[in-house]
């Protein structure tokens, strides 16, 4: 057996289907209420479709273009490329599953609830009850030419032809044992394609059929505007640590669920993550963790993780210098602000920690936290939590300079950041729980 898909990272798994032309496995997540699609040997995972209700049951029909799902007493439809939402069915029982025929273009539901078989076309017409009241608590269904096949929740599986559904015969007599699902295992329930049959239509990375043409989809990234197929990155996303991870979001397709790029994780680095700042030039994001007490890099893609400097402590803020390639950081234990040349630093990160500046060593009683560069002007900005003298300092990169600049109305100023061109600070206080802003000075 082979794991493709990270159960950690799905909040609530409900069902799942195989797109058998693209070589796609769609999935219900009924937590985070979407549906996802991936390669089927997991990669390249994409929300296909949000803001559904509690999505559980889920079936494809890759000739048709369409996924058809369940959830909340309701049968849904959307593309594959997760366009053109419709609702089939409306206020049904509980549904305990559903499939498809493909060649008839019907859709086939059981309620365990109400003991009873359904159909309706794919667009939600010639709704009807196929039988009733004769069956014991339907658990599971699927199709086979003529036939449809059922279990019930004792492990009884049963099958009629549907043209006649009540005349009935016994396939499997069971001792009790419980039937989670039934599937029929066919090459001939497989055999027609579409666009994405031939050289994944062209796509890059998905190929979505959506009933006419392929539909290219980019796990991470966006679709380029110049063919539509291949795959590009986002210039500019919001970055943030997540504990054991770190994940991104848009902030110019704002639409969009699917994180800039994917979510990075390693055990062996990322346990406690705190701070962060980037080298966008490099692709490079730099983090603290305050769990091995070091400052590791990663590159976008989640791939080379690397120990740059051990021995650290609490480092809760991280700045990067794009033009001098400096790290700067506040360490919160020792009160002091520190820095380290990139360009210096050797393959080990115990003998990295002696190249470590101590620029500046403030009082007992600081406690330093944000931190930002001002890589123009040559000046660092950090907030002091000192519990008797909150405040925002700063100080040239060779240490000189500290002055403290806001010292009134401040009690706990957290994260700082800069707007370089209006020449402004902007930070946040965790006591006032409010946003503000100041001039450089």
């Known amino acids: 057996f082979e794991q493709v898909v990270d159960g950690n990272s799905i909040d609530w798994l409900g069902e799942i289907a195989v797109d058998w032309v693209a070589d796609n496995i769609y999935w219900t997540d009924q937590k985070r209420n979407l549906i996802e699609v991936a390669r089927l040997n997991g990669s390249l995972r994409y929300v296909v479709a949000s803001n559904l209700e509690s999505p559980q049951l889920i079936a494809v029909d890759p000739v048709s273009g369409f996924i058809f799902y369940s959830g909340r007493g309701k049968i849904g439809r959307t593309g594959l490329d997760g366009t053109g939402k419709f609702i089939l069915v409306n206020q049904t029982s509980a549904i305990s599953d559903l499939t498809l025929d493909i060649e008839n273009q019907v ?5 365990v609830q109400t003991d009873t078989i359904w159909r309706v076309d794919y667009d939600g017409n010639m709704k009807t009850i196929l039988l009733n009241n004769t069956l014991d ?3 599971a269904l699927d199709l086979y030419e003529d036939n ?9 599986i049963k ?20 039937v989670k699902d039934i599937k029929i295992f066919s090459t001939q329930k497989q055999q027609k394609t579409n666009a994405c049959g031939i050289n994944s239509g062209g796509c890059q990375e998905l190929c979505l059929f959506n009933g006419t043409h392929p539909i290219c989809a980019c796990s991470h990234g966006k679709i380029s505007q110049d063919d539509f197929k291949s795959c590009e990155s986002y210039d500019s996303f919001l970055l943030y640590s997540k504990v054991a991870a770190i994940e991104s979001i848009h902030i ?5 669920i699917n994180g800039p790029i994917p979510e990075i994780q ?4 990322l346990k406690n993550t705190i701070a962060l700042t980037y080298d966008h030039d490099q692709q490079l994001i730099y983090y603290s963790d305050v769990e091995y007490s070091s400052i590791n890099s990663v590159f976008y ?3 080379n993780h690397r120990k740059i400097v051990a021995k650290q402590l609490t480092v809760e803020g991280l700045a990067f210098n794009p033009i001098t390639k400096q790290l700067f950081w506040t360490s919160n234990n020792e009160a002091a602000i520190r820095s380290l040349e990139l360009a210096n630093i050797t393959a080990d990160a115990k003998t990295n920690a002696d190249l470590v500046r101590e620029l500046i060593k403030l009082k007992p009683t600081d406690k330093p936290r944000g931190i930002a560069v001002e890589p123009c ?10 519990p008797l003298a909150a405040s925002i300092q700063r100080a040239y990169p060779s240490g000189y300079g500290l002055e403290s600049i806001i010292t009134t109305d401040i009690r706990m100023p957290n994260a700082i950041t800069l707007d370089y061109q209006a020449k402004k600070l902007y930070w946040a206080d965790a006591r006032y729980d409010k946003i503000e802003r100041a001039d450089y000075d």
């Open 159 to 178: 099958a009629a032809n549907v043209r006649n559904i009540t005349n009935y015969w016994p396939v499997v007599d069971s001792d009790g044992a419980s």
């Open 137 to 139: 608590n339907v658990k």
């Open 377 to 386: 002007l040559a000046m660092i900005y950090w907030t002091n939590w000192n």
């Open 252 to 256: 110019t397709d704002p639409n969009n």
């Open 266 to 269: 390693n055990s062996t680095f």
């Open 301 to 303: 893609n989640g791939s």
């Open 148 to 156: 449809i096949f059922w279990s019930d929740v004792h492990g009884n």
């Open 107 to 111: 859709v086939y539901w059981c309620e």
